[in-house]
């Protein structure tokens, strides 16, 4: 599995490539990030045209719309529910000020972007959360946005697809977006029951809430190339225990060691892998 | 005068509550104890097993913290390992094909936290009840004796029918879990617990819990008898109800508020 090299840290400078760190005269006007793994400077335009990856193979975050843009067959998407915004139920502190900022800074209304699309001709319903919302946190609006989608697809006889990033339950929503994860999982149950196929891809971060109800969930479960994938958080596990935790606690590789997902699919290779999936699962659904 | 939040906290948390399994020994009889999920081992945190109330049988669940140090240790202070979610899910399913109904009772501060809990798949337990609590066949009443710590408390929480002790809390975050996210000090715990609007009231303002349970007499016998009796009832009422699978689902389905508009006007409940 060569696309799982990036986990081990190069030894030296020659094994990573070269000595990364010296600055070189760059084009100007060309903006770049740095490889968190490798270390190497990536202009953005090479970094977009490789799908938000790394030559290394490190998958950085990405926002919920490109990746959409990513799977659905061209100019196959329509956005469902997109009016379906979160409020300030329990008039917590500075909750409806973050709200504001985030929706302005990530130019999202909410943490999760639904609807249909085709793809690889098949039509299916598709959801994918957005780590630069509020780290795609689940309050009362992303619950009924995913409820809504599966009682559609439920309705429609489709497969769904959903990429999960998520830091949990929001807490700012106290005990309402908790009651989420049941009302959420209630749906998936009904979809499921009708005999229609549900794919999810966990990505980078994908914990808490969202892990205990249907990240957790899919027919078949796939996972991105080093994405944190759990219930606890590591530093709160580490704090309780006050044990050292094992290398590569909670990465992708560990939970598919552990079995808790049938696959790590990088990328670059997951359109294929989902049509061909959805192709395989064409049919389902009771009448 | 009602209490402060955190101060329902303390109480909720207090050593000398009763637990778990006093309620199982104050309200039925014949309680047989079953051990094990089939598939790893045998979760202290939860004690469940078959017995009877007014006769009838059923399938009772309880996360059990203990009252002594030692108790507390061994039940890892009623925070559940995977394998007391997968133990509670093989009693559900054996009370659904023998048709009796099922009573858990919640008390735990959350799922259990650790490096095993998460190789042997926390989340995906959590998620598994959930699921299939939602279409279990047999009626389900869940009630909250303490804490009800977020998806660890859920778990045993898919109900027909959700009862909260008065001093019981059910939140998605420990007060100062919250505290220490939101203002990096977990010492602002009760400055949070108000905020997280985690009390019985409350939980039955938003309509997340039926029936707040009073605790003048908690403990007594004569406070077993009166819960045992509300039970025996809500049972009766549950066993009739010819839809109780789509009245579950709805029951959850309709929990949330959100706007449907841009200009953020709250209007679902």
């Known amino acids: ?287 | 005068m009602s209490l402060q939040p955190y101060e329902r906290v303390k109480i909720a948390r207090g050593a000398k509550r009763p637990t778990g399994c006093d309620y199982i020994e104050g309200i039925f009889t014949d309680f047989f104890e079953l051990h094990g999920d089939r598939r790893f081992a045998d979760d202290a945190a939860i004690v469940g097993g078959v017995a009877r109330i007014d006769g009838n049988p059923v399938t009772v669940i309880a996360i059990e913290k203990g009252h002594t140090a030692k108790e507390r240790m061994q039940r890892a202070f009623g925070a559940p390992n995977p394998e007391g979610y997968r133990k509670a899910l093989r009693l559900m399913k054996q009370a659904e094909k023998f048709g009796r109904p099922v009573i858990c009772f919640i008390d735990t501060s959350g799922a259990f936290c650790g490096i095993g809990a998460e190789e042997r798949g926390q989340g995906q337990a959590i998620a598994e009840n959930l699921c299939e609590m939602m279409t279990l066949k047999v009626p389900i009443l869940s009630i909250l004796i303490g804490e009800g710590g977020s998806g660890g408390a859920l778990a045993l929480g898919v109900a027909d029918r959700v009862w909260m002790m008065q001093n019981a809390v059910y939140s998605v975050i420990s007060p100062e879990g919250c505290a220490s996210i939101l203002w990096k000090d977990s010492a602002k715990a009760d400055e949070a617990a108000a905020s997280l609007k985690l009390t019985a009231e409350d939980a039955y303002r938003f309509g997340i819990v039926e029936h707040i349970l009073n605790e003048a007499e908690i403990g007594q016998p004569i406070f077993y008898k009166k819960l045992k009796d509300k039970i025996i009832k809500e049972l009766d009422m549950l066993a009739s109800d010819e839809n109780l699978i789509e009245n579950r689902y709805n029951r959850f389905r309709r929990i949330g508020r959100y706007s449907c508009n841009p200009e953020g006007k709250d209007e679902t409940t």
């Open chain 1, 1 to 287: 599995m060569a696309f799982l090299n990036f986990i081990h840290q190069p030894k030296n400078e020659l094994e990573q490539g070269g000595r990364a760190s010296a600055p070189v005269q760059q084009d100007l006007g060309e903006p770049e990030k740095t490889c968190p793994n490798c270390r190497k400077q990536i202009p953005l335009s090479r970094l977009w045209a490789a799908k938000n990856t790394c030559t290394c193979g490190y998958h950085f975050r990405m926002r919920a719309r490109q990746r959409i843009g990513l799977i659905a067959d061209s100019k196959s998407f329509n956005e469902m529910y997109e009016d379906i915004v979160s409020v300030d139920p329990l008039d917590f502190p500075g909750y409806r000020e973050k709200l504001e900022t985030v929706q302005h800074a990530a130019n999202e209304m909410e943490a999760v972007i639904c609807g249909n699309c085709t793809i690889g001709g098949t039509e299916c319903a598709v959801f994918a959360m957005d780590p630069y919302f509020m780290m795609g946190s689940m309050g009362c609006a992303v619950g009924e946005k995913i409820t809504l989608l599966f009682e559609y697809a439920t309705d429609k006889h489709l497969p769904v697809v959903g990429f999960t990033v998520s830091g949990g339950a929001r807490m700012q929503e106290g005990l309402l977006s908790l009651m989420q994860m049941a009302k959420t999982s209630g749906a998936v149950k009904r979809h499921s029951d009708a005999g229609l196929f549900y794919l999810t891809v966990l990505t980078d971060p994908t914990t808490g809430g969202v892990t205990a109800s249907f990240a957790m969930e899919g027919d078949i479960i796939i996972a991105e190339p080093g994405a944190t994938v759990g219930f606890a958080g590591a530093r709160v596990i580490e704090q309780t225990t006050k044990k050292s935790l094992p290398k590569g606690f909670q990465k992708s590789e560990f939970i598919l060691e552990h079995g808790f997902a049938d696959a790590i699919v990088p990328r670059e290779w997951q359109k294929d892998v989902i049509a061909s999936l959805l192709s395989i699962h064409k049919g389902g659904g009771k009448a």
